[in-house]
């Protein structure tokens, strides 16, 4: 008997073999016609204002993308009449005319809304994008007599309005402060990927989608590259979000249709295959058009590859290739089965209630670095490893560390980072934990808590004073000493013998970890990794030595002991 259950909404499962055929890897949907036609005839007339001879869009523009635009404003239900793409996130390679592109689209969703007096947002990461945006949709205009009569430029709001509806396209930067009372009926937001780098961005876009549940719904459209560093934030879950739906998985009837120019993983995590110049058409639409091909590879062979840094940083620019868990040439061997050992939700209460044992790895920092914490249990039906970490800054990081500030400030908002004033608070804070789990009788009575001994004079104070002392506490040798761990934890994820508590901070920390072979040994050590912080797996490492001695549980928990039954 054949399965003949529909796909769920914007489910597109062949889509690698489109991108192989040359097509755009986007889930068929309905079409009005009238729409499409309407839509097509005005952005075609557009032209390029930065290109000698000023070409029109129906010259110039790349099929795919006016594939794009019509799935967006002239999708509709046949039998409702109903328009069913209310959100899209397109992810294609730099260089593809992407924000000129939405420029025009920006203009063509201005022509085509007829309800008066709405307002429409044009969105960049930075002043400087959000002024091109507004530069080229500007230029169309002046190119053509008609244009200057249908819409108002106002230079200094950076404000286009159409004359006839008063409806306004606004071009601004975002912030927190873009959304003021009315909601946008359409939303075009260029680069997300940075706004993963911002912490708000999340509550933002809330805001912006809180039009989507009126009656008059708000659209979004979501155009960018991938990530020049591991996706984090808001860029993270949209991503994974858009994937999941590409996949079939993202429930019956998703808002959001996913137009995603990426090679599977498997392409992805192999350099010979996304080196091969043969293969870069496959992710680079407008290759022939705004591409040039031959210059393209002259970049990559005199600027890409310089180093494995700097080509892994070009390959996320130019052909998508997701930096962090499981790409990169030198990265930890763990990281590629990271993501397929997750359970999502894990709390630390869970795996005290599931684990039989439990072990505790510490790594502390300095002013300027962060400190970690992490809980390795064995659990009681199977001997799985489960994982949970915290870590903790002290504010002094995000003054000395700004690259990674908003990403913090974004773990802080996941509950996995305390952000603390002192280093005697953060002492307390970890001692508190280590303090929880030993009540439960679920550490050994030797060896339950194991610190890299760097900088824990507070740490040690703090601990002594919630009564755990030596043989309890025990220092961990670093560097090559931790080769067990770093290679045995790796295999363990790969047979999902180690879970872990999905927290994002923990994948931040993997996609950053490097390991470098001394000798006969694996290393990862801070040294390594550069500037990527690791805290938090080089602490998970910590509590794996000690859960390699089959260590026992101490016995009794504090509440048995005090005749407190707990349930």
């Known amino acids: 008997m054949f399965d003949t259950e529909p796909l769920p909404r914007f489910a597109c499962p062949d889509w690698w073999e489109k991108l192989q055929a040359g097509e755009v890897p986007i889930a068929p949907v309905p079409i009005n016609a009238e729409k499409k036609a309407k839509l097509l005839a005005f952005f075609n007339r557009l032209r390029l204002p930065d290109v000698p001879g000023n070409p029109t869009m ?3 523009c790349g099929e795919w993308f006016k594939t794009i635009l019509v799935a967006f404003f002239a999708s509709e239900d046949p039998e409702t009449h109903r328009e069913i793409v209310w959100e899209l996130l397109c992810m294609v390679p730099k260089k ?5 592109y939405v420029a025009a689209l ?3 969703a201005l022509y085509m809304e007829e309800a008066p007096n709405r307002q429409m947002l044009l969105v960049g990461p930075s002043q400087n994008i959000s002024e091109r945006l507004f530069s080229q949709a500007q230029g169309m205009i002046d190119l053509d007599e008609k244009l200057k009569l249908i819409f108002k430029v106002q ?3 950076k404000t286009i309005t159409r004359r006839k509806t008063g409806t306004a396209l606004d071009v601004k930067t975002f912030d927190t402060s873009i959304v003021t009372g009315e909601i946008p009926v359409l939303t075009i937001i260029d680069e997300l990927h940075e706004l993963g780098k911002k912490a708000k961005a999340a509550k933002v876009m809330q805001q912006i989608r809180g039009g989507g549940i009126t009656k008059v719904r708000g659209k979004v459209l979501m155009i960018t590259t991938q990530s ?6 808001i860029w993270e879950s949209e991503l994974k979000k858009a994937r999941a739906i590409r996949d079939g998985k993202g429930g019956r009837s998703p808002i959001m249709l996913p137009v995603l120019y990426e090679f599977p993983v498997k392409q992805q995590l192999d350099p010979k295959f996304w080196g091969d110049r043969a293969n870069w058409a496959l992710v680079l639409p407008n290759l022939g058009l705004s591409i040039d091909e031959e210059a393209l590879e002259a970049d990559y062979e005199n600027n890409g590859r310089i180093s494995k840094q700097v080509e892994q940083i070009w390959a996320s620019q130019h052909l998508n290739i997701e930096i962090g868990v499981g790409i990169g040439g030198d990265a930890w061997s763990g990281a590629v089965h990271w993501e397929g050992a ?3 939700g894990l709390t630390l209460d869970q795996l005290l209630d599931e684990c039989e044992v439990c072990t505790i790895g510490v790594d502390w920092g300095g002013a300027d670095d962060l400190a970690a914490l992490a809980v390795v249990g064995r659990r009681k039906r199977d001997k799985v490893w489960l994982l949970w970490a915290k870590a903790w800054a002290r504010k002094t990081v995000f003054k000395q560390r700004p690259k990674i500030a908003d990403a913090l400030r974004g773990f802080e908002e996941d509950g996995d ?6 280093p005697e608070k953060q002492a307390a804070e970890a001692a508190a934990i280590c303090a929880m789990v030993n009540h439960t009788g679920k550490l050994p009575e030797a060896g339950g808590i194991g610190l890299d001994v760097a900088g824990v004079a507070l740490l040690l104070d703090a601990l002594e004073e919630q009564q755990m002392a030596s043989p309890l506490i025990q220092s961990v040798r670093q560097g090559w000493a931790l080769q067990p761990a770093v290679t045995t934890v790796a295999l363990k994820l790969e047979s999902r013998r180690l879970l872990h508590a999905d927290q994002p901070i923990m994948a931040w920390a993997v996609g950053n970890a490097k390991q470098e072979l001394k000798g006969n040994n694996y290393m990862v050590t801070k040294e390594v990794s550069g500037a990527g912080k690791i805290d938090p797996l080089m602490a998970a490492f910590d509590a794996a030595m000690l859960m390699f001695n089959n260590p026992q549980p101490s016995g009794t928990s504090i509440y048995e002991e005090r005749g407190i039954l707990v349930i």
């Open 58 to 60: 129906a010259e110039a």
């Open 96 to 100: 593809n005319s992407k924000s000129t």
């Open 106 to 108: 920006g203009l063509t």
């Open 155 to 157: 230079d200094h709001l």
């Open 228 to 233: 020049d560093e591991m996706p984090t934030g």
């Open 342 to 344: 997750s359970v999502p």
């Open 417 to 422: 980072l305390s952000v603390v004033d002192s």
